[in-house]
């Protein structure tokens, strides 16, 4: 099984527009971000692996968390978002260093302490032998954190855009809930089956239910929409079907329902996940 598709994906369209969006991405997932580094709670000296790290945000946390004796790596398949990940890291004057490769199969050994990731591990073809190696790269008693999506239907921020639009849409394909994507580690059992299998341990699943903020500004509804169309699954339909003029004041009028205080927050809910070597 190769991951040849996402890492064409990553390198393509879409990794420029995470990188345009990287701040409001940040933004959006700033609850997630603190309680993920409050689970791993990385160390002054420790060894970190960030697995698709993205454009950087929880790598550079790590660096100045782990201090001049330990080491913080971003491993990312994405050209755009790994040169930009480094450019941050320069302009911080962080010491993180950032890698590419597919996670899946990068090292042949490694000694972390802490193996973690913010919705960086659910786009490999064969999840098992994917968290079997990073187990490998693990030191004894290492620690797994990461978070990934719970299902669908309680992400609002993903499934609003595609109920509004629904009619403008051509039917969407059925697609298999476990293929690489966001959503594919959403039935936790079966990620528990999986990880136990890849040899983790004490498995945990912590439900954290978040206000996704995608709209703020001068004009939230409009920066809404902007983050509507360029991120998550309405934005690839859309992108696919070209029906972004007429997609623009439906999604507009639709959000309003979700302005206040001059911000538009849409439910998201991820599962927090430990576990140790
Ligand atoms: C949803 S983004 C999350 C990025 C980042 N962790 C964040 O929270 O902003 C998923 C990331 O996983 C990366 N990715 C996908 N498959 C990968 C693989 N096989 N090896 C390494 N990174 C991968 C993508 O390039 C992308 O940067």
């Known amino acids: 099984m190769s991951n040849a598709e996402q890492i064409d994906y990553w390198n393509g369209k ?3 527009i995470w990188v345009q969006m990287q701040e409001r991405m940040d933004a959006a997932l700033t609850p997630v971000t603190a309680a993920l580094l409050a689970a791993a709670a990385p160390q002054p000296g420790e060894a970190v692996l960030d697995v698709g790290c993205g454009a950087g945000e ?3 946390a790590a660096a100045l968390a782990v201090g001049e004796d330990g080491s913080a790596l971003g491993l990312d398949i994405s050209a755009p978002l790994l040169a930009h990940a480094r ?3 320069e302009a911080l004057l962080c010491d ?3 890698i590419a490769g597919d996670a899946s199969t990068w090292a042949d050994e490694g000694d972390f302490d802490l193996i973690m990731s913010r919705f960086g591990v659910m786009f490999f073809a064969d999840p098992g032998a994917a968290f079997a190696h990073f187990h490998r790269l693990a030191a004894p008693g290492g620690r797994l954190v990461f978070a990934c999506w719970q299902p669908a239907a309680r992400n609002l921020w993903a499934t609003f855009p595609m109920t509004a639009l629904a009619d403008l849409l051509p039917p969407q394909p059925a697609s298999d809930p476990h293929a690489p994507g966001p959503f594919a580690f959403a039935d936790a059992a079966r990620v528990a089956m999986m990880l136990e299998a890849a040899g983790w341990q004490d498995a945990t699943f912590h439900s954290l239910p978040f206000a996704m903020l995608i709209g703020s500004g001068d004009d939230p509804i ?3 929409v902007s983050f509507n169309l360029k991120i998550g699954p309405a934005a690839r339909a859309v992108r696919d079907a070209g029906i972004g003029s007429d997609a623009r004041p439906r999604l507009a009028a639709e959000l309003g329902l979700y302005l206040a205080g001059g911000e538009v927050a849409l439910p998201g809910a991820a599962w927090l996940v430990t576990a140790r070597a």
Do not use: H
Request: without cysteine; charged residues 25%.
């Open 14 to 16: 879409v990794g420029d």
């Open 58 to 60: 929880t790598t550079l």
């Open 87 to 89: 450019s941050r890291a």
């Open 96 to 98: 993180a260093d950032f």
């Open 222 to 224: 409009a920066d809404a």
